[in-house]
T-cell receptor
């Protein structure tokens, strides 16, 4: 059974800092990995999707990498801003049609 | 264009009652998913529809939970004899097709069972 772990559970940084969020998964036989953002009381917003054949994806200040062999992905946020404060969720798609999610990392960017 | 919408946004009910939660997917999306998110947890898969049929309902916790998508668009999640443990945010997502497609999520329905 696929399990997804996100470390740290919470992170607080000053504005302008570069940061890395970590995601690990137990079964490397995945088709893709997706990073989401969730604001309090809101649904999920898709940030980046990395296909299993890809190593990384970039969107603006966000860069996500995928290493299937080690079962890891990282989300890099450059020059963090208070508006980046949210919970970031990692999810993997492994052959069935369902996404398996981690518990998320709650990020707070302080002005 | 319009995103995934869910109604109601909040639902408070009493233990033992029946509830229906509705999801309107993005127009043209053939795949529809239901997830449940408890406080402090990531979403957990409940059921997946491809068109009108439930292709995978392995995440439904028990037979009190049922979902339909009769015309391949709108879906309704039905919970009978609600229990306090059913309290959670129920999220709906849709994608253009199955397999490797980005899933787009709705804002969720917050269910509270008293």
């Amino acid at each position: 059974k696929q399990e997804v772990t996100q470390i740290p559970a919470a992170l607080s940084v000053p504005e302008g800092e570069n940061l890395v969020l970590n995601c690990s998964f137990t079964d490397s036989a995945i088709y893709n990995l997706q990073w989401f953002r969730q604001d309090p009381g809101k649904g999920l917003t898709s940030l980046l999707l990395i296909q299993s054949s890809q190593r990384e994806q970039t969107s603006g200040r966000l860069n996500a990498s995928l290493d299937k062999s080690s079962g890891r992905s990282t989300l890099y946020i450059a020059a963090s801003q208070p508006g980046d404060s949210a919970t970031y969720l990692c999810a993997v798609w492994g052959g069935s049609e369902k996404l398996v999610f981690g518990k998320g990392t709650k990020l707070t960017v302080n002005p | 264009g319009a995103g995934v919408s869910q109604t109601p946004s909040n639902k408070v009910t009493e233990k033992g009652k029946y509830v229906e939660l509705r999801c309107d997917p993005i127009s043209g999306h053939t795949a529809l998913y239901w997830y449940r998110q408890s406080l402090g947890q990531g979403p957990e898969f409940l059921i997946y529809f491809q068109g009108t049929g439930a292709a995978d309902d392995s995440g439904l916790p028990n037979d009190r939970f049922f979902a339909v998508r009769p015309e391949g668009s709108v879906s309704t999640l039905k919970i009978q004899r609600t229990e306090r443990g059913d309290s959670a945010v129920y999220l709906c997502a849709s994608s253009l097709g199955p397999s490797q497609e980005t899933q787009y999520f709705g804002p969720g329905t917050r269910l509270l069972v008293l």
